[in-house]
């Protein structure tokens, strides 16, 4: 047993001692045509580049857009039936109201054909200053988890996620970050400030989040009407492809609510940059295809000119795998090296983009999210890997059926 574990032993050092070896002249081989080489690094660095680049700045202007297009409020608010609402164009916070529904129509809108995201909201009238129990403020309890129109708005805030006993002032409130105000003579900290919006209810209201309502309500000093699973409105944005008459006719079978529609066409424009966005992605694939086509027929017709060297390194001994690894060791190294040269020549664009174009648009106070750093060194691993990849598998079937040929028609300049 231990001669036969011996000769197996030794047998796969051989072979990998010869794919090593292989490999070492797949690294030798492209030195053989530096001009070619060169080429062909910097056709996938531009190819790589150009992904990087171009998806970092989607991502950035899709982000961008999103926390712009929140900014301008939700498609459609549900509210009590007997509820006075004066509308506006941008939907962002409950109407004052002592109108409430029960919070189960929350998850029978959620349900409903053609409604994305839905923010649930409870506008309460409490004290915020002792001995003055008649000065009364809105305080609006919603969830942070579902909301799409008050945190967007956060211009400021303390460094750590929101707790318990927090509120965000709207922007016309003076109060500071990290200042003590008492709602109904409870101590609470101001968590956060909102920008100006221009409509009123939103900038001169508190928010807040469900459980610090319900830590208020129980308090000893507490003056709110406090009731459990009770909704103010319902805040309701609209999925891709649907349309704000067809989600209010869906809402209408339910009893005892009108729904408010703001303009149109904040959702519409909102659908169709999703759908360029979209667009954009797919033309990114479409890319990444092509440069797999692209580089297979080169790769093939390289390893055409090369066949009597397959050849010849079939006929001394060169098994099938040997010849496909050294082939396949050779696109991994171009491609590899192109793109890692493509993460830099896309980081280089993106600081040309960060100098022209964001500072042109930070001149006219409009903001660009960048992604975070994590995320930007994420996709700049992950498009090497993919330039890497797309070598790999391009070289991969003209090297297999260059090695499985006989060596005499390698030699010979015949094909199957």
């Known amino acids: 047993m231990s001669e036969v574990a011996a000769v197996t032993a ?10 090593w070896l292989f490999i070492k002249m797949a690294r030798q081989n492209l030195m053989r045509r530096p001009t070619r080489t060169l080429m062909l690094i910097l056709a996938v660095a531009l190819g790589t580049g150009a992904v990087f680049a171009s998806y970092t700045v989607a991502h950035g202007i899709e982000t961008s857009m999103q926390r712009s297009f929140s900014r301008m409020g939700a498609d459609l608010i549900v509210v009590p039936e007997d509820a006075m609402v004066n509308i506006t164009s941008a939907l962002l916070t409950v109407q004052p109201t002592e109108s409430t529904f029960d919070e189960a129509l929350l998850k029978d809108i959620a349900h409903l054909d053609g409604v994305a995201q839905v923010a649930p909201q409870t506008i309460y009238k409490v004290s915020m200053m002792a001995g003055m129990p008649m000065h009364k403020v809105n305080l609006i309890a ?28 709207g922007g016309r409130i003076t109060d500071k970050l990290g200042d003590e105000v008492e709602p109904c003579s409870s101590a609470t900290t101001v968590y956060g400030k909102l920008a100006r ?26 003056c709110m009407p406090y009731q459990k699973n009770r909704l103010s409105a319902i805040l309701v944005r609209i999925g891709f492809g649907a349309t704000p008459e067809r989600v209010k006719f869906a809402l209408a079978q339910f009893p005892g609510i009108k729904v408010v529609t703001g303009a149109n066409i904040v959702t519409s424009t909102r659908q169709t940059t999703t759908a360029l966005l979209n667009g954009m992605t797919g033309f990114t694939v479409m890319m990444v295809l092509g440069s797999l086509i692209l ?28 010849i496909v690894t050294m082939l396949v060791a050779e696109a991994a190294f171009a491609t590899t ?15 040309i983009f960060q100098h022209s174009l964001v500072y042109y648009l930070e001149t006219l106070h409009v903001e660009f999210s960048w992604p975070a750093t994590t995320e930007t060194l994420t996709v700049a691993a992950v498009c090497a890997l993919i330039a890497a990849a797309v070598g790999i598998i391009g070289a991969l079937i003209p090297a297999w059926r260059a090695g499985g040929e006989q060596p005499y028609s390698l030699i010979q300049g015949e094909s199957e």
């Open 142 to 169: 919603f969830d942070p988890a579902q909301d799409f129109t008050v945190m967007p708005w956060i211009q400021e805030h303390l460094d750590r996620p929101m707790q318990t006993n927090d509120l965000i002032c």
């Open 295 to 322: 580089l297979g027929l080169l790769f093939s017709a390289i390893i055409t000119e090369r066949r009597r060297e397959v050849g010849l390194l079939r006929a001394i001994g060169a098994k099938h795998g040997d």
């Open 337 to 351: 090296i192109g793109g890692l040269s493509g993460i830099l020549l896309g980081g280089g664009l993106l600081l």
């Open 197 to 222: 919006s221009g409509v009123g209810p939103f900038d001169e209201s508190y928010f807040t989040t469900y459980s610090t309502v319900e830590a208020l309500a129980k308090a000893e000093t507490s």
């Open 10 to 19: 030794s047998g796969a050092a051989r072979r990998k001692g010869a794919a």
